[in-house]
């Protein structure tokens, strides 16, 4: 069984709708961020502090493990996109699905400022959904627009993966 990849800018609904998946689904969740934390004792923002580059290694050999599941719901970090080969282990096993959520949207219910890549402020996150926007819809095999309750952006994942069969 295939995994269900989550893909899209930071405060899309990734993390809430892998969940609800997972439960609608009966699957098991994998969070990559949360892995990571786990895997090497770090917070997110203290992988940054190292560096960009050591948080984007380790956010890597996350991809790389998470690639050898079956049927898992796995909710990715927005930066993920930034490395082909992390999408290239993503996509082994997985169906990538992009949650293309309006920022405007994620602006009035997301606390950005506990985001270590959006201290300089809201406009950041527009900057970022500029430069990430044609990579997620390159590496998605299917993109959501969550601008809809995450009930219903779930009953929506949920159609597309029974309709294309991906549960085979």
Same mark, same amino acid.
């Given at each position: %069984?295939?995994?269900?990849?989550?893909?899209?800018?930071?405060?899309?609904?990734?993390?809430?709708?892998?969940? %609800?998946?997972?439960?609608?689904?009966?699957?098991?969740?994998?969070?990559?961020?949360?892995?990571?934390?786990?895997?090497?004792?770090?917070?997110?923002?203290?992988?940054? #502090?190292?560096?960009?580059?050591?948080?984007?290694?380790?956010?890597?050999?996350?991809?790389?493990?998470?690639?050898?599941?079956?049927?898992?719901? @796995?909710?990715?970090?927005?930066?993920?996109?930034?490395?082909?080969?992390?999408?290239?282990?993503?996509?082994?096993?997985? @169906?990538?699905?992009?949650?293309?959520?309006?920022?405007?949207?994620?602006?009035?219910?997301?606390?950005?400022?506990?985001?270590?890549?959006?201290?300089?402020?809201?406009?950041?996150?527009?900057?970022?959904?500029?430069?990430?926007?044609?990579?997620?819809?390159?590496?998605?095999?299917?993109?959501?627009?969550?601008?809809?309750?995450?009930?219903? @952006?779930?009953?929506?994942?949920?159609?597309?993966?029974?309709?294309?069969?991906? #549960?085979?």
């Amino acid at each position: %069984m295939k995994n269900i990849v989550l893909i899209g800018i930071m405060g899309c609904g990734k993390t809430t709708l892998s969940r %609800m998946l997972g439960e609608k689904l009966n699957r098991p969740v994998i969070d990559i961020d949360e892995y990571i934390v786990e895997k090497y004792h770090q917070t997110i923002p203290e992988m940054f #502090e190292v560096s960009e580059t050591y948080f984007r290694n380790n956010e890597t050999a996350g991809c790389k493990d998470v690639s050898d599941l079956n049927g898992h719901i @796995i909710s990715t970090g927005g930066g993920v996109v930034l490395r082909p080969e992390n999408i290239k282990y993503l996509k082994q096993n997985g @169906i990538i699905i992009y949650i293309d959520r309006p920022i405007d949207n994620i602006l009035t219910d997301v606390q950005v400022t506990s985001r270590p890549l959006l201290k300089e402020g809201p406009q950041k996150l527009y900057e970022l959904d500029k430069q990430r926007h044609q990579l997620y819809l390159e590496a998605c095999d299917h993109r959501i627009v969550n601008d809809d309750t995450l009930e219903n @952006i779930t009953d929506k994942i949920i159609e597309l993966i029974t309709k294309n069969k991906f #549960e085979d």
